[in-house]
C-alpha cells in the first residue's frame, strides 16, 4: 500500500525529491531538527527555507507519519513503553528503559557513567521468524516499517527522556528490513540526532546474508545475536526459522564479522527450563564461542500468556549455568535485568496490546547490559 504523504525522515526518499528540485541538501539535517523540536510544526512555520523547498514538503512529505497512541509507565518507574499508531492504522511498541552505567564494577573499577536511557526499537509490524518463547512471533508479520517510521520512534522517546542508547531488539527482525534498518541508522548517527554508532546495538536471530554485509555498511555498530541454544536441533525446536540458518553457517558468518569489525559480539540466550538450561548446554555453549570474543547474555524467560509451553529457569540454574560459562570457558557472561514485566514491555514481551492501566513506583535505575560493548 501507497500513502500520499512520506515522513519527512524518510532520508532517502526526501534526498532525492530535493536533488531533483535542486535544492541543497544541507537544508534536510535542520528541517529534521525543526521537527524534533516543534513535533505539530506546518511546514510554513519553518524559517528560512527556499521557496521551492516549501511546495515540496507541502506536497509530498509529513512532519511525522506516525503518532503517539499511549504512554504507559512500569511499576518499576524505570520503564516505559510506547504504542505508536503507524499512518496505516497499525500499532508498533518502543520501550524506554532507564539506567544507571555508574553501577557496578569493571574490571575491578568503579564504571564512569550516570543515569541516561536506552530505547528499544522495532523494525517490522509482526514478525516472520515465529519463535516460540516471544510474544510478538504470535502476531505474525504484518508489514516492514519504513526508515522514516524507524526514525520516528526516536523522536517521540526523545520528548520523554535523553536517549542515549538505540537497541533494535522490539518487534520485528531487523535484518529482514535491511535497507530501511540501514537508512535509519545512518540517519540516527548522523545530524541532527549524533546517536554513536558504538551505543546502537542490532539483534538478529542470524540472517547469515545480512551478517555477511553488516559491518561494511554499518561499522562501529554493536551486533547481537540471538542464539538461544548451543545446538542446531534444540535451537530449530523453540526458534523455526533457525532451519534456514543451520548453527555451522551462522557461526561461520560471525567469524568472519569478528575478522573484519574486530567487535565484541553480544549473544544472547533466553532460559527455559528443561530445554536449553542445563550444565551439558552451558558446555556445549563454552564450547561453541569459547574461539570468539563475546558477551554472554542470559535472559530468564518472560511469561507470555498462561498459555505458554515454556517455564523460567531457577536462580538457581542460571546461577550455575552462568558460572560454568565464566570459570571453565573465561566467557565475560551476565545476568538481564528483568524490567517492564508488568507492562509486556520486557523481553520477548512485545506484542500489540492496547493498555488499560498506568502505574508507577519508586525503584533505583539499573546497570544497562549495552555498555558491556563499549569499547
Not at 525543526?34 to 521557496?51: A, G, K, Q, T
Not at 546474508?209 to 547481537?224: Q, R, Y
Not at 542445563?278 to 555453549?285: G, I, K, N, S
Request: glycine share 8%.
Amino acid at each position: 500500500m501507497t500513502y500520499d504523504y512520506r515522513s519527512v525522515f524518510d532520508g532517502g526518499i526526501i534526498r532525492a525529491e530535493f536533488e531533483k528540485a535542486g535544492i541543497k541538501q544541507h537544508f534536510i539535517p535542520l528541517i529534521w531538527k525543526y521537527v524534533i523540536e516543534n513535533p505539530n510544526c506546518e511546514w510554513d512555520e519553518f524559517p528560512s527555507l527556499p521557496s521551492g523547498a516549501y511546495s515540496l514538503l507541502r506536497s509530498k512529505f509529513k512532519p511525522l507519519t506516525s503518532t503517539l497512541h499511549s504512554v504507559v509507565d512500569s511499576s518499576d518507574d524505570v520503564t516505559t513503553k510506547l504504542l505508536v499508531k503507524l499512518q496505516n492504522g497499525g500499532f508498533v511498541e518502543a520501550v524506554i528503559m532507564r539506567y544507571d552505567s555508574s553501577l557496578g564494577k569493571y574490571n575491578g573499577k568503579p564504571r564512569p557513567g550516570g543515569p541516561r536511557s536506552t530505547l528499544c526499537i522495532s523494525s517490522q509490524v509482526g514478525c516472520k521468524m515465529g519463535c516460540n518463547f516471544c510474544a510478538t512471533g504470535t502476531m505474525g508479520f504484518k508489514s516492514n516499517l519504513s526508515s522514516g517510521e524507524i526514525v520516528e520512534q526516536l523522536v517521540h522517546a526523545s520528548r520523554l527522556s535523553n536517549i542515549r542508547n538505540v537497541v533494535f531488539m522490539g518487534m520485528g527482525e531487523p535484518l529482514n528490513n535491511y535497507a530501511a534498518l540501514v537508512e535509519a541508522v545512518r540517519i540516527m548517527t548522523g545530524l541532527p540526532f549524533q546517536v554513536s554508532p558504538k551505543r546502537i546495538t542490532v539483534s538478529t536471530v542470524g540472517i547469515v546474508h545480512a551478517i555477511n554485509k553488516f559491518h561494511s555498511d554499518l561499522p562501529g555498530l554493536n551486533l547481537a545475536v540471538s542464539l538461544h541454544a548451543p545446538v542446531q536441533d534444540v535451537r530449530c525446536q523453540i526458534m523455526p526459522a533457525a532451519r534456514a540458518f543451520p548453527l555451522e553457517k551462522l557461526m561461520n558468518a560471525l567469524k568472519e564479522y569478528q575478522k573484519n569489525s574486530q567487535q565484541k559480539i553480544f549473544i544472547e540466550y533466553i532460559m527455559l527450563d528443561g530445554v536449553n538450561d542445563e550444565e551439558q548446554h552451558a558446555h556445549q555453549l563454552g564450547k561453541l564461542l569459547e574461539t570468539f570474543q563475546v558477551v554472554v547474555n542470559l535472559i530468564p524467560f518472560n511469561p507470555i500468556g498462561s498459555a505458554s509451553q515454556f517455564r523460567t529457569s531457577g536462580d538457581d540454574k542460571v546461577s550455575s549455568f552462568q558460572k560454568i560459562l565464566r570459570g571453565s570457558y573465561n566467557i565475560r557472561t551476565t545476568v538481564r535485568k528483568q524490567m517492564g514485566q508488568d507492562i509486556s514491555g520486557a523481553c520477548g514481551q512485545l506484542v500489540v496490546n492496547l493498555p488499560d492501566k498506568m502505574s508507577a513506583k519508586s525503584t533505583p535505575p539499573v546497570t544497562d547490559i549495552e555498555d558491556l560493548c563499549i569499547r
